[in-house]
């Protein structure tokens, strides 16, 4: 293998490179338009544009073009789809991942069901021998998408028409399972990694129940509540069903663990096959020692599988947690906009590709990178991600990351009694907002007295002005800052240190770091990784237009909501000529001297991105 082509985007893209570059092998990107400045892009030897990510043709021609020898799919897009893998074998070209037959035979989970069956593998009940509440669910496809829980019989044929509607739209295929519903079960699955020459090794479970609606959010390994009767018969059937398959290169094999069967020793069925690299592989990579990326590109490119199964051993623990742009405390809505500050943490693994001023859709999967720690116990690992994801900043948009903090910090993540279902039973309290306005307005009061508000920040952090009075700084209420006496509001706070964006303030004895960005528009700070923003009509007014010709902007990118003034009216300052809403914060963008207005270019309800012209006021003398 010389010339690797990456069929996929952002954090996979860029680690299969890692990998590729270390073992010597050229590397090809491709990207969309709007991808055209992406890290993997830039990461990569050769890219090439392709018109989509889902585009078969599009794909193979850009390998063919690159001269690639093998493609690498990731997961998503075009991993698990048997046509692609039929092309790109057909160019004369190697998939990183298995046939296009075994893709057939267990990417259907009522196929992969029969399979596993013949292979001695225990199955779901179904049918009759399920009895309620039962799963009904999509046989082909995956994510979460057609499925319905029903608990009594009068709702299952209602039930059963909505799954096979969002099956059918979802993947073309509106056959429908009814299996047994497990109320409280784990989510179990083994890796595997398999060679053409008839070798299959398993590299033990991962635990991924810390998920919501079928979308895992936390993943460990090894899976801390299994018993180890359990543990083997899962990976012993996890081999036993890759082998009876024929199955070639990494595929994970998910189990749905019923802790309450068998008198309270627990009994797992067999769910279904990925097959391909899963997003949760570096907690396994972690435990084991095991580039799995490594093993798929040597197995690729026809060498025997480098270890036996007596090789493979466990040392410690590790957790993921994926980081989504999505408010997680605000019913999980899909984020987008652009980033201003992004401090991943170091001395942990994190792949990711987000950087600092990205603009970030909703056209691709939300997921912006996954934190990853590994501790000599399960608890040493916890800790250590409460810890990666306090230093975990991104500003200029809102993720989920202090909602994994919260999650990870609580006592049930602690006792590892989280089932699937237990984050669509419980909501998970959002932090307060109390220290970080703190935070905030005591660096609002620091920019003040240094004379500094429109250009708040200086290339080594923030500048401290003299001695200040007491100031008001008006967030979404007063809060009164004393720096001198060291106070806000009824608060004693003294400050230790301020660099680079991080301000670490003591507050009622208490040590608070944090990372804060004052800009002209918008308080933003990250504290335990949430991010809070603060509306600051104190400056919106006097900042949000440049003053020295009356061009008034977007402050950032979001939706025109109302437009207050035509062409050649007159306007007082202060006065509020247009209203834009982002990131589901109001901003009423204020005339910033008496005068006419000169040009109306916004309308309501449109898109604008950061600094699209809005607006000029000429002023009236």
Known sequence: MHTLLIANRGEIALRVMRTARRMGIRTVAIFTDADVTAPHVRAADEARRVESYLDVEAVVAAAQAAGADAVHPGYGFLSERSAFARAVEAAGITLVGPTAEVMDAM?????????????????????????????????????????????????????????????????????????????????IEVQVMAD???????????????????QKV????????????????????????????????AGTVEFLLDPDANGGTGEAYFLEMNTRLQVEHPVTEAITGYDLVELQLRVADGE?????????????????????????FGGFLPQAGRTSIVRWPDGVRVDHALEPEQVVSTSYDPMLGKVIVHGATREDARRALVDALDRTAILGLTTNTGFLRALVAGDEFRDATIDTAWLDRHEVAPP???????LVAWVSAMLAAAGDA???????????????APTIVELDRPVVVDRYAGRVDDLAVRQVSAANHVLTLEVAGELVSAVVNVQPHVAEVA????????????????HAVDVSDGAIVAPMPGTVLDVRVADGDRVEAGQVLVVVEAMKMELALKAPFDGTVARVAATTGAQVALGHPLLEVQPHD
């Open 107 to 187: 990417g259907r989970k009522d196929a992969a069901r029969e399979i596993a069956v013949a292979a001695g593998v225990p199955v779901v009940p179904t049918g009759d021998d399920a009895s309620f509440p039962v799963l009904v669910k999509a046989a082909a496809g995956g994510g979460g998408k057609g499925m319905r829980i029903v608990r009594d019989e009068s709702e299952l044929e209602e039930a059963r028409a909505a799954a096979a509607r969002e099956a059918r739209s979802a993947f073309g295929d509106d056959t429908i399972l009814v299996e047994k519903y497990v109320e409280r079960g784990r989510h």
């Open 196 to 214: 053409a020459h008839g070798n299959v090794v398993h590299l033990f479970e991962r635990d991924c129940s810390t998920q919501r609606r079928h």
């Open 218 to 249: 936390l993943e460990e390994a090894p899976a801390p509540t299994i018993t180890p009767e359990v543990r083997e018969l899962v990976t012993s059937s996890a081999v036993a069903l890759a082998a009876h398959v024929g199955y070639r290169n």
């Open 304 to 328: 025997p599988l480098p270890i036996t199964q007596d090789d493979v051993t466990v040392t410690g623990h590790a957790i993921e947690a994926r980081v989504y742009a999505e408010d997680s």
């Open 432 to 438: 307060d907002a109390g220290l970080p306005r703190v």
């Open 454 to 468: 429109h250009h708040p920040f200086q290339s080594d952090g923030w500048r401290s002005g003299a001695d200040p």
């Open 527 to 542: 504290h335990h990784g949430q991010r809070f923003v603060f509306e600051r009509p104190d400056v919106f007014g006097d």
